[in-house]
């Protein structure tokens, strides 16, 4: 993989792998490992899928008041990677973290199916809870408070999207002899982005 192989910008070259690993028939080819921290340093990485994906960042979804979203609430910055071990690919993305508007956050929830609406307003995310049942029966409140002659639930106010804007886009692909080729869009502080080759 050379410098020229590579898209004009980071959005379209992230594009193009990500149409390769679905063609490929990978499992879950849009799920990346979303890493936080607090403000003290200490670290937490969790699983998530994209949502979202255009030159503005790279969008998911969540329970504001879950781990995940506390520490982006109070240290707005993140990274993100994507691993497509059947490929030997890995992009590893850096950057800031910004809500989502209401207005696409709603439009996100009407697309989701009942049953994962009223999960979300059922699990208190990241919080303990007593047991399966317990969880279970929250569930079934829920349920019981919106019926489907009702309609379906409208989106609660702590759960929303959130877009992390890249400063910096590195792609890895697996060579032999551990010459990989790793390759980063890094964004200027002047404006636009500069493309280079890091070692392996």
Not at 12 to 32: K, S, V
Not at 74 to 90: D, H, I, K, S
Not at 153 to 178: A, F, H, I, S
Request: hydrophobic share 40%; with cysteine.
């Amino acid at each position: 993989m050379d410098l020229s192989d590579l898209a004009s910008s980071w959005v379209e070259q992230l594009c193009r792998w990500l149409d390769e690993a679905t063609e490929a028939g990978l499992p879950e080819p849009t799920a990346m490992v979303l890493a936080t921290a607090t403000l003290d340093g200490t670290p937490g990485a969790r699983s998530v899928l994209l949502k979202g994906l255009d030159e503005r960042g790279l969008a998911f979804f969540t329970n504001l008041g879950s781990r995940k979203g506390r520490e982006l609430a109070e240290n707005p910055r993140a990274a993100l990677v994507f691993q497509w071990t059947a490929l030997q690919r890995q992009v590893v993305i850096d950057g800031k973290v910004e809500p989502l508007s209401a207005e696409e956050s709603d439009a996100y929830w009407e697309t989701r199916p009942p049953g994962s609406r009223l999960g979300a307003l059922a699990s208190p995310q990241s919080e303990p809870v007593a047991s399966r049942e317990v969880l279970e029966g929250r569930l079934e409140e829920v349920a019981a408070r919106h019926p489907e002659s009702r309609g379906v639930p409208p989106r609660p106010e702590w759960w929303g999207g959130l877009r992390v804007v890249p400063t910096q886009v590195e792609l890895w692909q697996g060579r032999p002899d551990r010459l990989h080729d790793r390759l980063r869009y890094r964004a200027l502080e002047a404006g636009g982005w500069i493309v280079e080759r890091l070692a392996p």
